[in-house]
T-cell receptor, first 117, second 115 residues
Framework: GAGVSQSPRYKVAKRGQDVALRCDPISGHVSLFWYQQALGQGPEFLTYFQNEAQLDKSGLPSDRFFAERPEGSVSTLKIQRTQQEDSAVYLC???????????????FGEGSRLTVL | AQKVTQAQTEISVVEKEDVTLDCVYETRDTTYYLFWYKQPPSGELVFLIRRNSFDEQNEISGRYSWNFQKSTSSFNFTITASQVVDSAVYFCALSESVGDYKLSFGAGTTVTVRA
C-alpha cells in the first residue's frame, strides 16, 4: 500500500502477556517513529529510528518496552508483561528524511489499539 | 512541563460557521517548528502545516488559515465556512531545535461540525 501500515489494528491482552506491534513504513522512508496515544490525549513520543539505528529511545516508559527495525524498513514494538496502564493506541509514523527537511511531514499509520485487561 | 497548550477541549459549530483553534507553546529555543495535524475518526494523523520560528507570515490554504504570533507564543488555526468533513480532533505540535525529530503534541481540540 501507499501509506504506513500497522498491525494488528486491535489487540486485547491479559495482564502479564507479551505483545508485538508491527509497523510497515512507506517504502524508502528513512525515519521511523513510535508514539503512544492515551485516550483523550495527544500522542507522546516513544522512540525514533534512522534506518536501522535507534537514535533515541528516551520516551519508552519502562524496560518492558522494546523496539527494533533490523533491516531499516519494518519495525516492531514489543511490550513485555503488559500492564493495564499500557492500554493506549500505538502510532507509527515515517518520513523520507527528518522533520526539518522537505516539508517536515510525518506520515502516520492508523495505529494499533492495545487493551490490557 | 507542558510545551503545547490547547485550552479548548471541544468546539461544536453549525456548518458554514468559522471556527478558530487556539494553540500556545512554550520553548526557550530561538529556532523551532510548529505543526498542526488533523485526526479523523479513522485514527491516522494527517499533516496540515509546518511553520518555522523565523517565518511569522500568516498562511492561507483553501478554507484553512494560520496565525503565528511569536509575541504571544501562539499559533492559532482557523477553519472558514466549516463543513461536516472537518469534524475531527486537531493537534498542535512543537519541534525544538535540540531534538528536531521529536514532536511535542498538545492534548487536542475536538471539533464537531453539525449539518
Amino acid at each position: 500500500g501507499a501509506g504506513v501500515s500497522q498491525s494488528p489494528r486491535y489487540k486485547v491482552a491479559k495482564r502479564g502477556q507479551d505483545v508485538a506491534l508491527r509497523c510497515d513504513p512507506i517504502s524508502g522512508h528513512v525515519s521511523l517513529f513510535w508514539y503512544q496515544q492515551a485516550l483523550g490525549q495527544g500522542p507522546e513520543f516513544l522512540t525514533y529510528f534512522q534506518n536501522e539505528a535507534q537514535l533515541d529511545k528516551s520516551g519508552l516508559p519502562s524496560d518492558r518496552f522494546f523496539a527494533e527495525r533490523p533491516e531499516g524498513s519494518v519495525s516492531t514494538l514489543k511490550i513485555q508483561r503488559t500492564q493495564q496502564e499500557d492500554s493506549a493506541v500505538y502510532l507509527c509514523a515515517s518520513s523520507l528524511s527528518g522533520l526539518l527537511l522537505g516539508t517536515g511531514e510525518l506520515f502516520f499509520g492508523e495505529g494499533s489499539r492495545l487493551t490490557v485487561l | 512541563a507542558q510545551k503545547v497548550t490547547q485550552a479548548q477541549t471541544e468546539i461544536s459549530v453549525v456548518e458554514k460557521e468559522d471556527v478558530t483553534l487556539d494553540c500556545v507553546y512554550e520553548t526557550r529555543d530561538t529556532t523551532y517548528y510548529l505543526f498542526w495535524y488533523k485526526q479523523p475518526p479513522s485514527g491516522e494523523l494527517v499533516f496540515l502545516i509546518r511553520r518555522n520560528s523565523f517565518d511569522e507570515q500568516n498562511e492561507i490554504s483553501g478554507r484553512y488559515s494560520w496565525n503565528f504570533q511569536k509575541s504571544t507564543s501562539s499559533f492559532n488555526f482557523t477553519i472558514t465556512a466549516s463543513q461536516v468533513v472537518d469534524s475531527a480532533v486537531y493537534f498542535c505540535a512543537l519541534s525544538e531545535s535540540v531534538g528536531d525529530y521529536k514532536l511535542s503534541f498538545g492534548a487536542g481540540t475536538t471539533v464537531t461540525v453539525r449539518a
